[in-house]
């Protein structure tokens, strides 16, 4: 059992290291793969970084629409609050 594992593993060594049957032409599909995944690399990067300069944009722009809400809320004074009548008569019939 050994031996025949040791034949076969010997015989697929001399056909992988042959290589007078390998082709050099490896085509353009693989040159536009390559670019391609370059250019995902830069972009996820270049996200990235603008994810991290726009937050504290974020933040400023957050803190001033709470500060315009909370200013808005207290320059207007609220309605009185009006009691139905006809249900508080109602009641105490």
């Known amino acids: 059992m050994l031996y ?3 034949t076969i593993s010997l015989l697929l060594a ?3 290291l042959d290589s007078s049957s390998a082709h050099a ?7 536009i793969g390559a670019v391609g995944t370059m250019f995902g690399w830069i972009a ?5 970084v603008l994810i991290v300069l726009s ?3 974020y933040l400023l722009y957050r803190r001033k629409r709470n500060r315009k809400k909370s200013k808005s809320e207290t320059d207007v004074p609220t309605p009185p609050t009006e009691t ?8 105490s019939q």
């Open 4 to 6: 025949r594992f040791s």
């Open 14 to 16: 001399l056909v992988l």
């Open 25 to 31: 032409y490896i085509g353009p599909i693989i040159i």
């Open 44 to 48: 996820a990067i270049g996200v990235a």
């Open 55 to 57: 937050y504290p944009i």
């Open 84 to 91: 139905n009548e006809t249900t508080e008569t109602t009641i």
